[in-house]
Antibody, heavy 119, light 107 residues
Framework: QVQLVQSGAEVKKPGSSVKVSCKAS????????ISWVRQAPGQGLEWMGR????????NYAQKFQGRVTITADKSTSTAYMELSSLRSEDTAVYYC????????????WGRGTLVTVSS | EIVLTQSPATLSLSPGERATLSCRAS??????LAWYQQKPGQAPRLLLY???NRATGIPARFSGSGSGTDFTLTITSLEPEDAAVYYC?????????FGQGTKLEMK
């Protein structure tokens, strides 16, 4: 049974960067796309971008273009999301999500990583 | 980008009642819509995809309908554990977008 295991909570200063990892265990990592979705406190869900690990190709929501980089390491079945120039509004839970049995939708989610941006 | 507008914002119902949640898209998304359930402190869970297909393990009391721009999630005979926030999400275009959510409260 494939699972997505995310890295732990982070506290960052404004202007810095954060890199969150998402390790897929129990499945063929390269077969899946990995998306990143964030959720600010008390707010809704926001798709940031995705990567196709087998191709190494990523695409991003325009809102985050230039600030977010999504990568994947096939050798360790791990995807990464790096967000730079952090500001307080980036405080959120960041989820990785994948389409395992249902194409194009997110039927597998990590547990989320809380990123707090505070001076 | 496609904007999804959910209504109502909050729904308060009793166990055994029927819940009807709406999601309207700013342009046609054909049938490329999913519904997710999210409980406090948990990741979202996929309920329905492509409007009306139930994901693995989802009870039959959850059903979906619609096409084009107007979609509905119906939960018949509510159970206490159905209390949650429900989000719709489209996959017709990039970027993928979500509605702002409907909070279902149990009386």
């Amino acid at each position: 049974q494939v699972q997505l295991v995310q890295s732990g909570a982070e506290v960052k200063k404004p202007g810095s960067s954060v890199k969150v990892s998402c390790k897929a265990s129990g499945g063929t990592f390269s077969s899946y796309t990995i998306s990143w979705v964030r959720q600010a406190p008390g707010q809704g869900l926001e798709w940031m971008g995705r990567i196709i690990p087998i191709l190494g190709i990523a695409n991003y929501a325009q809102k985050f273009q230039g600030r977010v980089t999504i990568t994947a390491d096939k050798s360790t079945s791990t995807a990464y999301m790096e967000l730079s120039s952090l500001r307080s509004e980036d405080t959120a839970v960041y989820y990785c999500a994948s389409s395992v049995t249902v194409n194009w939708y997110f039927d597998l989610w990590g547990r989320g990583t809380l990123v707090t941006v505070s001076s | 980008e496609i904007v999804l507008t959910q209504s109502p914002a909050t729904l308060s119902l009793s166990p055994g009642e029927r819940a009807t949640l709406s999601c309207r898209a700013s342009q046609s998304i054909i049938s490329y819509l999913a519904w997710y359930q999210q409980k406090p402190g948990q990741a979202p869970r996929l309920l329905l995809y492509d409007t009306s297909n139930r994901a693995t393990g989802i009870p039959a009391r959850f059903s979906g309908s619609g096409s084009g721009t107007d979609f509905t999630l119906t939960i018949t005979s509510l159970e206490p554990e159905d209390a949650a926030v429900y989000y719709c999400q489209q996959r017709a275009n990039w970027p993928r977008t979500f509605g702002q959510g409907t909070k279902l409260e149990m009386k």
